[in-house]
T-cell receptor, first 112, second 110 residues
Framework: EAQVTQNPRYLITVTGKKLTVTCSQN?????MSWYRQDPGLGLRQIYYSMNVEVTDKGDVPEGYKVSRKEKRNFPLILESPSPNQTSLYFC???????????FGSGTRLTVV | SQQGEEDPQALSIQEGENATMNCSYKTSINNLQWYRQNSGRGLVHLIL?????REKHSGRLRVTLDTSKKSSSLLITASRAADTASYFC??????????FGGGTRLMVKP
């Protein structure tokens, strides 16, 4: 089944403790992206990648890092999480520029 | 920054009625896409309309695009209770930036 898989689905962590949210797609998509969704603010793009080793900042990249060493994986790294990064995170992928995106099921992160 | 803004923010209708949601955006686009999200779940791609297209259909969905007014509408005909969800428009700009609007919450009452 074609899908984008995120892990974990839920995570509660403490301020400053580094964490990684994994994202993997099995569709050989070139484009991958991370979004966060917050009430009243909608979905905002954090980072995106157009191919292996090619990443770029979205609207809200501060406090996040990404890497794209393999085509299928696009992990989101929070080096020192803070409470304002409490949010619902989505990874998404697309076959190419101009196409629709397939979204993962989301990761609900709480930073206390 | 939000590129698209949906209107209305919330819509409640009876099963069988049609639902219309509107989206306005600010800058030039490559295409405009509509997504559905069930509460707290991932977004599902519904339909894509390119900047040189004016209307597109997919099942009970009809999307229009007016680039001169920088607006789009999504019409769901003969709505069902299962259509209850949030609907988002998203615009694709240069560099494959997909920017979402704030969404319309649709409730279809049985």
């Amino acid at each position: 089944e074609a899908q984008v898989t995120q892990n974990p689905r839920y995570l509660i962590t403490v301020t400053g403790k580094k964490l990684t949210v994994t994202c993997s797609q099995n569709m050989n998509h070139e484009y991958m992206s991370w979004y966060r969704q917050d009430p009243g603010l909608g979905l905002r793009q954090i980072y995106y990648s157009m191919n292996v080793e090619v990443t770029d900042k979205g609207d809200v990249p501060e406090g996040y890092k990404v890497s794209r060493k393999e085509k299928r994986n696009f992990p989101l790294i929070l080096e020192s999480p803070s409470p304002n990064q409490t949010s619902l995170y989505f990874c998404a992928s697309s076959y190419g520029q101009g196409g629709g995106y397939t979204f993962g099921s989301g990761t609900r992160l709480t930073v206390v | 920054s939000q590129q698209g803004e949906e209107d209305p923010q919330a819509l409640s209708i009876q099963e069988g009625e049609n639902a219309t949601m509107n989206c306005s955006y600010k800058t030039s686009i490559n295409n405009l896409q509509w997504y559905r999200q069930n509460s707290g779940r991932g977004l599902v791609h519904l339909i894509l309309i390119r900047s040189n297209e004016r209307e597109k259909h997919s099942g009970r969905l009809r999307v229009t695009l007016d680039t001169s007014k920088k607006s789009s509408s999504l019409l769901i005909t003969a709505s069902r209770a299962a259509d209850t969800a949030s609907y988002f428009c998203a615009t694709l700009q240069a560099g494959n930036m997909l920017t979402f609007g704030g969404g319309t919450r649709l409730m279809v009452k049985p």
